[in-house]
């Protein structure tokens, strides 16, 4: 059955319970009212995706639309230290969409968000060509904590979280018919961001951080350029999956430095803090590496590797520029 009043939609929709419920005026008015506590800065964010560019019906279920939607903003929260708290959906809903495949978007949203015990609390609902969901997130973080781009200094560790390009693996599977590995494809399809990280890292002095949306070379090259420093990292050291070698083993680099949609944690600190980092990490169960050092420059970024050092232009996703 496809949607036939957007009011009825609405009223599907509406969770039956919240985790702030004291402290929000949720759906159901004009806007939503949010308090914030004392000590706290409030982190806002929006992300949107659209069908045909950031998945088609046959690489992404409605589920995982929805989950995916939510996790590409909770990695932003993450990306500045913070805690995710609510959500607003706007959703743009072709007429052939069927109802029953539209609340399973706001499944997975709920799924993810649950996890974080996040309250969805308001958004907009429209028709149109093709299915576009965008998710504006609120979150808080201490006072005066600015994990920013441009916090990278002369001499600082450059460290990224987990393993790079197993999403764009994931896509190709999922593109391309290809015998599937489960680990690439979930990577591709839920995203998991990393607000522990975050967390672990805001409570450190000075810290540049970036989430990989577009792409490792992307996202180090806006942290260089915002910091005004030159970023050198090793290439035998980033840190690529055995899933996803054992896919393309090819391939597997250039995903690893351009896929994008990993939502893993890129960032620089001082090389003194780099030791504690390791540490708290290894004890959370965080896989984190070290892979090169910043040096004074003016924006650039450097793959160092047994051929010698390479410098790398701007080749992450870039929507006006498609590869
Ligand atoms: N259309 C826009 N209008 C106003 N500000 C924008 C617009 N698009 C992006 N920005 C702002 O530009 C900055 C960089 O945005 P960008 O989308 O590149 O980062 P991101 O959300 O971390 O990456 P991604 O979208 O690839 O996940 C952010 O501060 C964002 O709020
Ligand atoms: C069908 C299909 N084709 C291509 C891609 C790859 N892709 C789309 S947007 C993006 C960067 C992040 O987007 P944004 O910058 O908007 O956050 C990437 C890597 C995909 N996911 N699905
Ligand atoms: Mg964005
Ligand atoms: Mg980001
Ligand atoms: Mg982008």
Redesign the pocket.
Known sequence: MSISDEFAFIKEIQPDRLFHEEKIVGIGDDAAIIGMEEGFEKIVCV??MVE?????RK?MSPFDIGYKSLA?NISDVAAMGGIPLYYLVSITIPKHWEQKDLKEIYKGMKALGDKHKMDLIGGDTTSGKVLVVSVFVIGKVEQGKRLLRSNAQQGDVVFVSGTLGNA?GG?DIL?HNNEPSLFLVEHHQRPTPQVELGRILSKFERVALNDV??GLSSELLEIAESSKVDIFVKKEIIPVSKELTRYNDEKAFHWGMT???DFELVGTISADGWPELAEECRKAGIQITRIGNVRHGSGQLYLESETGVQQIQKEG?N?FNRR
């Not at 045909?52 to 088609?56: E, L, P, R, S």
């Open positions: 992300d949107t045909d560019v950031h998945f088609t690489t590409a764009a896509l593109l949306s577009d896929g994008g949609e996703y929507h």
